[in-house]
């Protein structure tokens, strides 16, 4: 690995106790220990990236899961030829060694050699035959990033990288007077980051997780992952507000199969034949394509779209459901400060989420107080 100090390349044992033996510093991620791909260089670089240079907030949770890998896995099959082929190898050489000894060896090493052979032409046989469906899972959960990446990174460098902020320490400001509608998403990290982000101070948008805590009057936003559980919050929630204006801004299961490896996809292959029925009684518009991938158990969580996508998609919803926006760069995005310009308060409040720290300012003349928020340390 690269030393993200000195930049000088290291062997394992010019790492030891994450310590460069060159400019004698810690660093936080060793690949050897933390996992492949995990180093203090790459996830600077990936949180540059996911932040667009620490203008957007991005949460750890969505650092998370642009560490996981993109498509499907490799296929798996039930045998393998060149196993196959070593084994029938080695059964051969057990019996010809057989033959030229006498007594018991010749016996025991004739049964061995039958069954390595037996072995192998089951397996050669096999190599085309598909595995049985296993669960595709992310590669950490929460608990698990948290202490590998996480605790090691602040306590190394005491402050996690510009932009990245902490999913529990995001608080939710008060919510907007006239809120124009309901954004309802049932991932609390897509949540989280659109509050982190000041989307709904800007887009004057009402935030729930749960279909029971939609208010009355208002129309509904419902974002959500693409997934069965997806496809029938948005009939559930058309169903129960009957007369109401319902938006599906979710991600498109038709959209992921366009091009799957652009996408996180994670797989249940126990996925129970009352939520297939309900599908097919709820959500007809689906194609067979479309069911047949979820009867596989796919499904590609929301909050895996790079930020600035999510955000634009949020953004894009707001406008279709009358939320106004406020000034700032594409799909809301704030645009780059201008070093002879003056930084407004919004912008001081973005940025200081972005570091994962933020205090609201003193009440003032025509502003309401504010919610205050304790710092990363």
């Known amino acids: 690995m690269i030393c993200p100090h000195c930049a000088k390349s290291l062997r394992q044992r010019e790492r030891g106790g994450h310590r460069c033996s060159y400019c004698r510093k810690d660093f936080a991620l060793d690949p050897k220990s933390e996992g492949t791909g995990l180093n203090d260089l790459r996830i600077r670089k990936l949180t540059a990236k996911l932040t667009l240079d620490g203008r957007l907030a991005c949460t750890v949770g969505q650092l998370r899961y642009a560490l996981q890998r993109r498509g499907r896995p490799e296929p798996t099959f039930l045998g393998s030829r060149g196993g196959g082929s070593c084994l029938g190898v080695l059964g051969i050489a057990a019996m010809v060694a057989g033959l030229a000894l006498n007594g018991s060896l ?80 049932p991932d609390r990290t897509v949540t989280t980051f659109l509050q982190a982000n000041d989307y709904p101070r800007r887009h004057r948008a009402l935030l729930v997780t749960d279909l029971r805590a939609v208010p009355a009057g208002l129309p509904v936003v419902v974002l959500h992952d693409a997934s069965p559980q997806g496809c029938l919050l948005v009939a559930d929630a058309r169903a129960a507000l009957r007369g109401r204006r319902v938006l599906d801004a979710g991600l498109p299961v038709r959209t992921v199969l366009v091009d799957q490896d652009k996408f996180v996809l994670l797989r249940d292959p126990h996925r129970s034949e009352e939520l297939q029925a309900r599908l097919e009684r709820t959500v007809p518009g689906l194609t067979g394509g479309e069911r047949a991938w979820f009867a596989e158990g796919w499904w590609s969580p929301l909050a895996a779209l790079p930020p600035k996508r999510l955000l634009a998609v949020a953004v894009r919803a707001a406008e279709r459901a009358g939320g106004r926006g406020t000034a700032g760069g594409p799909a809301g995005i704030p645009a780059p400060r201008r070093p002879d310009r003056p930084e407004n308060p919004i912008e001081t409040r973005r940025r200081a989420l972005a570091v994962g720290f933020l205090t609201w300012p003193e009440e003032q003349p025509g502003h309401g107080p504010g919610p205050t928020r304790k710092g990363t340390a």
């Open 106 to 185: 010749t016996v025991l090493l004739a049964l061995g050699g039958m069954v390595l052979i037996g072995t192998g032409v089951r397996q050669f046989w096999l190599a085309d035959t598909p595995a049985p469906p296993a669960p595709v899972e992310l590669r950490w959960d929460a608990d698990d990033f948290r202490r590998t990446v996480v605790d090691r990174w602040k306590k190394v460098y005491g402050t996690l990288p510009s932009g990245l902020v902490e999913d529990d320490l995001v608080r939710p400001g008060p919510p907007p007077a006239e809120p124009a509608f309901v954004l309802l998403c």
